[in-house]
């Protein structure tokens, strides 16, 4: 009996061990699953940061870039705007009123002006170097001289000077230069005798058409030429030249006498500083009236050219010399 009851009491102890034994597995288990799920969610949770750190850093990457791309675009754009700016300024340099680079050209030859080149060119000359003026008077070897005039460089200077040069005053070469000289933007003023059109003959224009079309703003041959003096109006009274002629007159309209020319086809210029009202008859039959007396044009390359009768010997005075550097100023664009 005794020993039944030890067997009985054995028998619970070992159902109840294998009971709690089991609940203890459930609860490890349950556990172990709990902590696996919540190791995989954070393993989930490490991938998923992962990935959105991935793509914050694609994103990053991307506006990096697209920063990048939008600065090398600014830059560009900077770039492109300041080779704008600088090509826009232009690369003509300014004039000084002050140093005009004044080529005086009295090359003559075997006409009856070319006294009056010579004296007209040597007063330019001596008016330059008054008022500052940086001026070389050619030919160096005397008037007749004219192949001089083939290797001088004429880039150097702002303006051409003609002062009664007119007739076989230049060899072919000598004008090719000239041309070449004003389609890259350079300057002519021609005095006095200049208007002449390259000669006392009627057809001697003809030997050089650039100088008649574009140096004389379309002037035809001459037909004579009269000293008497004529009745003229200042017709841009804003224009510095005509300006000068009123403030020396006194009034718009004036009357001076001068070497006046009659062309057969009358200058056709951008600028008719002053007009001739009513002019003498030129010797060669042709009225003189009704056309421009001194007048200018700027050229399709950017020069300007001017043409004035009042030049020494033909004129002279205080007036003539403003008259004569104002001229100059302007033709140049000096400021």
Known sequence: MRFQSILLSLFFAVVLAACDG?????????????????????????????SSSSSSSSSSSSSSSSSSSSS???????????????????????VSKDAIRTLIWQGNKGNNHRDGSRVGAKWLNNLAAANGLVADLYPKGGYGNIQEFDSLDLSQYDVIVFISTIKQALTATGMEKIEEYMRNGGNWAGFYGAGAVWGDNPNAYKAWPFYSEVMMSGAGAPKGKNSSAGTLTVRLPDNPVGKDLMDHFGNATFRQGAVYYGWEVTPDPIYS????????????GVNTSDKPAVFGSD???GGRTFYSPYAPPAVNGDWVKNHVVTALQWVTKAE
């Open 22 to 50: 089991g609940e203890a597995l459930n609860v490890s288990s349950s556990s172990s699953s709990s902590s696996s799920s919540s190791s995989s969610s954070s393993s989930s949770s490490s991938s998923s940061s992962s």
């Open 72 to 94: 090398s675009s600014s830059s560009s754009s900077s770039s492109s705007s300041s080779s704008s700016s600088s090509s826009s300024s232009g690369d003509v340099p300014k």
């Open 273 to 284: 500083i002053v007009w001739m009202d009513n002019g003498p008859v030129s010797g060669g």
């Open 299 to 301: 050229t399709e390359w």
